[in-house]
């Protein structure tokens, strides 16, 4: 049976995360299946249902860090030269994942969408955004940092996805997500809500799916 052995030296918080991890199945399979986190039977899960990633496809990570999504993709698009990308993008540094393309640098910056670009070698296919701030606490504060982010990643899709492209992001629920998924039902042909088993029962995540990129422009 695991213990927390140091127990006495961390938060209360950080005890009920640690003890919530070594408990979780969920945890066990990802690290059973070579997975860097939990989050990757996420994506293999809708991916069954949204079948974004294929072969020979350029998608964009967006937040990959540890890189679980990245794996997944690199997995299902089998990138080689002129065949796919997959180009993981994070502020935190990652170890290397197979044949995806690393990119240590601030998404949203204003030169952030040519080296994407010019990463892929074309405009993306795909793109994912698993990002979540970080959690302060207060559901209110959570969920609109949480749009925030959702927001720039949508509006990120303007200049890096093709028209007919897709895109699946993360949001955590409070309200903002009604307004939210009006806007994306104007960007593309077809939306839905995903709440993948694997994430938490108590979790206020959900995943925005869209498909049929509309093209840049559209609000």
Known sequence: MKTLKDGK???TSSRRWLERQLSDPFVAEAKRQGYRSRAALKLVEMEAKAKLLRPGRRVVDLGAAPGGWTQVAVERVKPAPGKGAVVAIDITPMAAIGD???LE???FAPDAPQRILEALGGPADILLSDMAPPATGHGSTDHLRSMALAE???AL???LLRPGGGFLVK???GGGEVEYERLMRRKFEGTRRLKP???RADSREIYMLGTGFRGPGIN
Request: proline share 0%; net charge negative; glycine share 0%.
């Open 152 to 154: 720039a990643a949508l």
């Open 105 to 107: 640098l601030d998404a």
């Open 100 to 102: 995806a393309t690393l």
């Open 157 to 159: 899709a303007d200049d």
């Open 197 to 199: 088993a694997s994430s």
């Open 171 to 173: 949001i955590l629920q």
């Open 9 to 11: 030296r961390r938060t």
